[in-house]
C-alpha cells in the first residue's frame, strides 16, 4: 500500500465509524499491510483483528484508531496522534 512508503517515519491513520465512503475497514486493512514494511526497520506487525470504537492500537511507529461519526477531524483524533507520538518518542 501506498501508506509503506512512510516507512521508518511514524504513521497513525485515523478513520470514522460511519465514513463509509473512505472504507475505515480497508483503511486499518492498509495500516496492517503498510506494517509488514515497518517490521523490516524492526519494528512489531500491527494487530489484524480491527479495533473497537475508541480502541486506539499500536505496534511501534505504527497506529490506528477508530472514532465514532463521520469524515472529519476531531480533538479525539488529535489526542490519539499526540499519545502514539509521545509513546514511541518518549515523553
Given at each position: 500500500?501506498?501508506?509503506?512508503?512512510?516507512?521508518?517515519?511514524?504513521?497513525h491513520v485515523?478513520?470514522?465509524?460511519?465514513?463509509?465512503?473512505?472504507?475505515?475497514?480497508?483503511?486499518?486493512?492498509?495500516?496492517?499491510?503498510?506494517?509488514?514494511?515497518?517490521?523490516?526497520?524492526?519494528?512489531?506487525?500491527?494487530?489484524?483483528?480491527?479495533?473497537?470504537?475508541?480502541?486506539?492500537?499500536?505496534?511501534?511507529?505504527?497506529?490506528?484508531?477508530?472514532?465514532?461519526?463521520?469524515?472529519?477531524?476531531?480533538?479525539?483524533?488529535?489526542?490519539?496522534?499526540?499519545?502514539?507520538?509521545?509513546?514511541?518518542?518518549?515523553?
Amino acid at each position: 500500500t501506498v501508506l509503506a512508503l512512510v516507512a521508518p517515519r511514524l504513521l497513525h491513520v485515523a478513520s470514522g465509524s460511519t465514513d463509509f465512503w473512505a472504507d475505515p475497514m480497508g483503511e486499518h486493512r492498509s495500516t496492517v499491510l503498510a506494517s509488514e514494511v515497518y517490521r523490516l526497520y524492526g519494528n512489531p506487525a500491527m494487530a489484524e483483528a480491527f479495533p473497537e470504537v475508541n480502541s486506539p492500537v499500536t505496534a511501534g511507529a505504527v497506529g490506528y484508531h477508530l472514532r465514532q461519526g463521520p469524515h472529519l477531524l476531531t480533538e479525539y483524533d488529535w489526542l490519539c496522534l499526540a499519545e502514539h507520538v509521545d509513546a514511541f518518542y518518549g515523553k
